[in-house]
């Protein structure tokens, strides 16, 4: 059986000492706030903050104990001793965060279970849930990896997880500079490699459209012919790669072998024909949103690869995964009609998917977009805030626009005329415009915009 254990650590870590024992189930985290009693909490100096000041609280809050550098034992020890926490669990090392990913790298080389990666420009998140949801109902033991934990410590800290019992493992992998996606394939090294969408996001560390397809295809930096990529054929920055390994390729074109075709927006559901391969099935997505098909197709070729029935896949993806933030349908308060939340990130192609989902959404609510910055775009970021409101034209029946933060303001020089646009410098301010003018009848609310901006505090402020 693969423990990891002290023996392990040594035999990964030189310089490391070891005070306590390893709890038998060890589990790793870098929040200091909720942990387990088999949770060793890693003390990460980063910009803002050292981990090592949350040490105690971290003991407090139930942490076997922590991984820490030996610069800083004295000081862990003489704040535990003051919290009467003495018999907690130091792992000392020179520096937590290179032993935290030797750690997890060399974890990962103890498995030969398929380790599926997922990056993309949008939907990386929801194709990994529907992922996950697939290999729950098909009753496969798997993790995938927590929340949005997709950096280089958060895959990390998910790798280590991992354990003999798993039959498979999910993890997706975010990147906003380059260089990072081959410092993640090193730990991930995916057997199953998903390039979800190639788009406008994290620009000022990526650069152009191309740079971003570059560093997206590194999650296939360590493939061999055994291993497989699924890319987005729909897009000519993925599909028309000539890849070293073999290749599933989806989306809407008939030269996918995940298709999905017919594609219908009827009641706020989504009808389609989805085809894996030559086999044709009828599935409906309780989701307006584009990124519905997108993870469903993901979800079917993975299913594909594993040799998932192809009736299993179906009755999966057509179960309706509801992921924070990403259009995520909330009541008000107010108890007179809904919020959709889909701010937690935004781009040029995100925002314009989120419209056009609202857009097909039949109703007779007053329809308002709260819209907020996109980040991270850039020099053309006026451009792309430009062709946002172009894009409006589109949605005819939304009545209202609130625009929050700065960038917005490109927003609003090229909105078509009859929209109702307000502008607010933050969250706080658009919210009390919301506040101001209530609708007689339900009130329909889309909230847009990068994380940055905050929305999400406007969206709990109003939600149940």
Not at 175 to 190: E, F, H, S, T, W
Not at 266 to 284: E, F, M, P, S, T
Not at 320 to 338: N, T, W
């Amino acid at each position: 059986m693969i423990r990891f254990d002290e023996q392990f650590i040594r035999n990964i870590i030189s310089n490391v000492s070891i005070i306590g024992t390893i709890p038998a189930d060890c589990d790793f985290s870098v929040d200091s706030r909720s942990l387990s009693v088999d949770t060793v909490f890693v003390a990460i100096k980063g910009e803002r903050y050292d981990g090592h000041s949350f040490v105690a609280s971290a003991c407090k809050n139930g942490a076997a104990g922590a991984l820490i550098a030996q610069d800083k034992l004295d000081e862990c020890l003489q704040s535990l001793k003051e919290n009467n926490l003495e018999n907690k669990l130091l792992i000392v090392v020179p520096d937590p965060f290179d032993a935290l990913i030797a750690l997890a790298t060399a974890w990962r080389e103890q498995f030969s279970i398929p380790i599926i990666g997922v990056t993309g420009s949008v939907g990386k998140t929801s194709c990994k849930e529907s992922i996950a949801n697939l290999l729950k109902t098909a009753g496969m033991e798997f993790i995938a990896s927590r929340g949005n934990q997709n950096t280089l410590i958060g895959v990390s800290l998910n790798m280590l997880r991992l354990r003999s019992h798993h039959e498979v493992a999910v993890f997706e992998m975010g990147i906003d500079r380059r260089g990072q996606m081959a410092l993640l394939a090193q730990v991930v090294k995916p057997t199953i490699g998903i390039i979800t969408s190639i788009g406008h996001s994290h620009m000022e560390g990526l650069g152009s459209l191309q740079d971003i397809a570059v560093e997206k295809r590194d999650i296939f930096k360590y493939f061999t012919e055994k291993n497989i990529g699924i890319v987005n054929g729909d897009q000519p920055l993925s599909a028309t790669v000539s890849y070293p390994h073999p290749i599933i390729k989806f989306g809407s074109k008939t030269t996918n072998q995940i298709q999905a075709r017919k594609v219908r927006v009827v009641d706020a559901h989504i009808r389609c024909i989805l085809k894996i391969y030559k086999d044709k099935y009828n599935i409906v997505l309780e989701n307006p949103h584009a990124g519905a098909i997108t993870a469903a197709l993901v979800a079917a070729a993975v299913g594909h690869i594993l040799d998932i029935p192809h009736d299993v896949i179906c009755q999966a993806i057509q179960e309706p995964v509801v992921i924070p933030g990403r259009f995520e349908r909330r009541v008000l308060k107010s108890g007179k009609g809904a919020i959709i939340s889909d701010c937690y990130n935004a781009n040029p192609e995100s925002v314009k998917a989120s419209l056009a989902a609202f857009q097909t959404i039949e109703t007779g609510a007053y329809k308002t977009v709260v819209l907020g910055d996109m980040l991270e775009l850039g020099v053309n970021s006026p451009f792309w805030h430009r062709q946002i409101g172009r894009f409006f034209r589109k949605a005819p029946s939304l009545k209202r626009v609130i625009l929050v933060g700065n960038l917005v303001q490109w927003v609003e020089k090229t909105l078509p005329l009859g929209v109702k646009v307000e502008r607010a410098e933050t969250w706080q301010q658009a919210s009390e415009l919301l506040e101001k003018e209530v609708p007689v009848n339900d009130h329909l609310i889309l909230v847009k915009g990068s994380n940055g901006v905050g929305l999400l505090n406007l969206v709990d402020q109003c939600a149940k």
